[in-house]
Each structure stands twice: as structure tokens, then as C-alpha cells.
């Protein structure tokens, strides 16, 4: 009996240790994963001489501007049709577009709309299909206008959501009337603000170039010759000279004349009554002498 008491204390004391040993065992093994899976996301350490891009700076925050540029440039080309030609195609070749042109004699106007990143390249290519000369160029910063623009349209995004959440919760005919209603208003208000930032977002990614292209120069005024007059040609000047100050002259009288007018309408009639009262007065003393 003792002896089967003492085996089955020992069966007993042997199973627990086994117990604590997996145990042991189990957390080392866990504690071995939890660090492994700790270290591995760890990255490794940059090599000694390398630099970092930086995330912000003058170079980042120029890139992120929304800028639309605008040039012209008048050249002087030697062969108009080729000139044009080649004009076309670089505006073609680089995903723009010939917007206007208009061909008069030795003279053309293009007007070009080329990529926005490769404005500055594709300006110096159109300056080198001839002789510069004028060359104009403008920036103008969008950016502000395009962060209303994106911040306009979620909001009014969020807007027409919260109406069509609301239209799912109606449960009267009234209010699913006014609902969409209101839907119909806050949609259309999306879609122009949609309409204005695609406007916006065109402005943007596309810039206009102005091509004015010449064969040929403007050619310099030459100052008149003096005029070698004879004898009848001083006497028909001088008699042109007195016609047109005979024509001066009169011309003159009738503006006086035109002038004193309104005067003279008033004055008149006052005048030609004191005149008669006047011959009365001398009437009536002739009269009265010879009676005397």
C-alpha cells in the first residue's frame, strides 16, 4: 500500500515538471517570435555619405504650385510655309495642340498650347526657328484658386451625400419631395463647381504660346527729298498760300458771325424800337420850330 502511495506521487511530481518545462519552453519560444517580429520592420541603416531628399523646400513647394504661363514671340523667318510647318509639329510632338492661326501675305499668327512642365523647352524651341524680335513671357499662380476650387467641391460632395442619406431616412411624400429638391440644387451646384475646376486644372496643365512669324522686316521710312521749286511753282504756291488764307479769313467771319447770332436776335428788336422812338422825338421837334 506504501509502496503504490510513493509511485503515485512520483508519477505526480514528474508530470508537473514536465508541465513547467513545455511551459518554459512555450514563453522563451514566444518571447523569440515577439522579437523577431519586432526587429524586422526595423530598417536598415543608411550608408555613410548618403543624403536625404528633403520633403519640403523651395525646389518641393515650387513643384506643388498650380502656375499657368503665357508667351509671344515674334520672329523673323527665312521660309514662311516651312516656319509653320515646323511650328505645328513641336507643338504636336510635346501632347499640345495648335489652338489659332491666321496667314496674311508674308505674316502668320499661331497660337500654340504646349504642356505646362516643358513651357520653358518648348519656348526655346520656337525662339529657334528664326530671329527674335520681341519675346514676352507671364506667370500667373493658380494655386490659391485651385485649393478653393478642391476645398468648394468636397464640401459640396459631403453636402450632396448627407442629402441622400437624409432622402434614405424620408418617410413622408412632403419630405421626399423637398429632399430632392434640394438634391437637384446641391447637384447642380456640384457640377458647375466640377465644370470650374477642370477649367481651372486645363489652365494649369497647358500653357499658350503666341508665334507672330514674319519673312520679312518692316521696312524704314526714308525721309522726303527736298523739293526743287521754279518760278511758276513759288507763284502757284504763293497763290495757294492767299486762297487758303482768304478761306481762313472768311471762315473765320461766318464763326463770329455764328457766334454773335443769338445776340444779335435780342439786341435787334430793342435796337429798332429805340431807333423809332428816336425819329418821333426828332418828327415832333421839326414840328414844333416852325410854330415857335
Given at each position: 500500500?506504501?509502496?503504490?502511495?510513493?509511485?503515485?506521487?512520483?508519477?505526480?511530481?514528474?508530470?508537473?515538471?514536465?508541465?513547467?518545462?513545455?511551459?518554459?519552453?512555450?514563453?522563451?519560444?514566444?518571447?523569440?517570435?515577439?522579437?523577431?517580429?519586432?526587429?524586422?520592420?526595423?530598417?536598415?541603416?543608411?550608408?555613410?555619405?548618403?543624403?536625404?531628399?528633403?520633403?519640403?523646400?523651395?525646389?518641393?513647394?515650387?513643384?506643388?504650385?498650380?502656375?499657368?504661363?503665357?508667351?509671344?514671340?515674334?520672329?523673323?523667318?527665312?521660309?514662311?510655309?516651312?516656319?509653320?510647318?515646323?511650328?505645328?509639329?513641336?507643338?504636336?510632338?510635346?501632347?499640345?495642340y495648335v489652338e489659332h492661326e491666321n496667314t496674311t501675305g508674308s505674316t502668320a499668327e499661331l497660337v500654340v498650347r504646349v504642356p505646362s512642365a516643358d513651357f520653358a523647352k518648348s519656348l526655346d524651341q520656337f525662339a529657334a526657328l528664326g530671329t527674335v524680335l520681341a519675346r514676352s513671357r507671364q506667370a500667373d499662380d493658380l494655386t490659391q484658386q485651385q485649393v478653393d476650387l478642391d476645398s468648394r467641391v468636397k464640401s459640396q460632395q459631403a453636402s450632396v451625400d448627407r442629402v441622400r442619406a437624409l432622402m434614405q431616412d424620408a418617410k413622408t411624400l412632403a419630405e421626399v419631395v423637398s429632399l430632392e429638391s434640394e438634391l437637384t440644387k446641391r447637384e447642380s451646384d456640384l457640377e458647375s463647381l466640377k465644370g470650374q475646376a477642370q477649367a481651372l486644372a486645363g489652365k494649369t496643365a497647358l500653357s499658350t504660346v503666341t508665334l507672330e512669324l514674319s519673312t520679312r522686316t518692316q521696312p524704314q521710312s526714308a525721309p522726303p527729298a527736298p523739293h526743287q521749286q521754279g518760278f511758276w511753282g513759288s507763284i502757284g504756291h504763293a497763290l495757294a498760300?492767299?486762297?487758303?488764307?482768304?478761306?481762313?479769313?472768311?471762315?473765320?467771319?461766318?464763326?463770329?458771325?455764328?457766334?454773335?447770332?443769338?445776340?444779335?436776335?435780342?439786341?435787334?428788336?430793342?435796337?429798332?424800337?429805340?431807333?423809332?422812338?428816336?425819329?418821333?422825338?426828332?418828327?415832333?421837334?421839326?414840328?414844333?420850330?416852325?410854330?415857335?
Open positions: 500500500m506504501t509502496r503504490h502511495r510513493t509511485r503515485t506521487a512520483a508519477l505526480f511530481l514528474t508530470a508537473l515538471l514536465g508541465l513547467a518545462g513545455c511551459s518554459a519552453a512555450g514563453s522563451s519560444g514566444t518571447d523569440s517570435a515577439a522579437h523577431g517580429a519586432g526587429a524586422a520592420p526595423m530598417a536598415p541603416a543608411p550608408a555613410v555619405g548618403a543624403t536625404a531628399k528633403p520633403t519640403t523646400g523651395g525646389t518641393a513647394v515650387a513643384a506643388d504650385r498650380a502656375m499657368s504661363y503665357t508667351a509671344r514671340l515674334d520672329l523673323q523667318v527665312p521660309a514662311l510655309d516651312a516656319a509653320l510647318a515646323r511650328a505645328q509639329d513641336l507643338a504636336t510632338a510635346g501632347a499640345g498760300g492767299g486762297w487758303h488764307a482768304l478761306v481762313a479769313v472768311v471762315r473765320a467771319l461766318l464763326i463770329a458771325l455764328a457766334a454773335l447770332a443769338p445776340f444779335l436776335l435780342v439786341l435787334a428788336p430793342i435796337g429798332w424800337v429805340a431807333l423809332r422812338q428816336l425819329r418821333k422825338q426828332r418828327q415832333r421837334g421839326t414840328t414844333q420850330e416852325p410854330q415857335d
